[in-house]
């Protein structure tokens, strides 16, 4: 079998999130394994905003040194899921994905930070419609929108399923 050509230094990401980030667990053991997620709230004049991030890292990159577009996906696959909680009625639920589009405006590198922010479009009965951006610094990278199932509500989440990464109180 034939290794893959690297055309990009593997350098060391050392720095850590912007201000106001925590690292959050969620998504199950493929996230933990790929990508440590932070998020953090933003006041905004409509309410609370939840802006979800990552630090790009060597394994997070394709063989030219970008950010891996299945990265991108997989990272905004959550931001509908994580800010839901922040900006429904609804308790913490399961929401698998019923259709994720993505429209790549740029390439990200590693160090660099990624964050998103979403809304919420539409919440029926049974499927929650988002959309959301994505930029690297200031720089606008992606544009996303997902349609999620509304699935079973989760129990584990701690007293307050309407906060359920303790943003909203003191670290």
């Known amino acids: 079998m034939q290794d893959f050509l690297?055309?990009?230094?593997?350098?060391?990401?050392?720095?850590?999130?912007p201000e106001g980030y925590r690292?959050?667990?969620?998504?199950?053991?493929?996230?933990?394994?790929?990508?440590q997620l932070h998020a953090r709230l933003v006041n905004?004049?409509?309410?609370d905003k939840l802006q979800l991030g990552f630090r790009v890292e060597p394994h997070h990159t394709n063989p030219l040194g970008f950010l891996h577009g299945g990265m991108m996906a997989t990272f905004v696959d959550m931001l509908g899921a994580c800010v839901m909680p922040y900006q429904t009625?609804?308790?913490?639920r399961f929401l698998p994905t019923v259709s994720l589009?993505?429209?790549f405006l740029s390439s990200p590198k590693v160090g660099d930070w990624i964050q998103a922010e979403a809304q919420i479009l539409r919440?029926?009965?049974?499927?929650?419609?988002?959309?959301?951006?994505v930029h690297a610094g200031e720089?606008?990278?992606?544009?996303?929108?997902?349609?999620?199932?509304?699935?079973?509500a989760f129990d584990e989440w701690g007293t307050d399923p309407?906060?359920?990464?303790?943003?909203?109180?003191?670290?």
């Open 162 to 171: 309407r906060d359920p990464f303790k943003l909203r109180s003191p670290a």
């Open 89 to 92: 009625q609804m308790e913490r």
């Open 6 to 17: 690297v055309l990009h230094p593997v350098l060391p990401v050392t720095s850590s999130p």
């Open 44 to 47: 905004r004049p409509d309410g």
């Open 101 to 103: 589009q993505m429209d």
């Open 23 to 35: 690292p959050i667990q969620v998504g199950g053991p493929f996230i933990a394994h790929n990508v």
């Open 139 to 152: 720089e606008l990278v992606l544009r996303t929108s997902a349609v999620y199932k509304i699935g079973k």
């Open 123 to 133: 919440e029926t009965r049974n499927l929650l419609f988002t959309q959301g951006l």
